[in-house]
């Protein structure tokens, strides 16, 4: 379980990637979960390199099998990262989406 005063305090870090735009370096897909992904499996998760040089790892989502490649261009966007938990906290984070 996530408390809202964490998901507050990620909000800098969560701005900072938002948007931005990068490749991925590597990726993996998941196929055993923690309880709270077990409605996305299985799910690809990749490394991304933007062009500062920062890395950041997350879901790839909105994707095809032929996304999942080294170099493949992608930008950051905010989408639910977890199942509503029971105080009905919907929590948001960054995710990768493929650039046509």
Sequence with gaps: MISPVKIWRRQKEIREILGKKGKILTWTKIHVAAADFKSQVPYPVVLVEFS?????????????????????????????????????????????????
Excluded: N, T
């Excluded at 261009?73 to 493929?98: H, S």
């Design 52 to 100: 500062d040089g920062k890395k950041a790892l997350g879901q790839l989502v909105d994707s095809e099998s032929q996304d999942l490649k080294m170099g493949k261009k992608v930008v950051a966007i905010l989408r639910r990262i977890r199942e509503v938990d029971e105080e009905g906290v919907i929590p948001y984070g960054i995710k990768f989406k493929p650039i046509p």
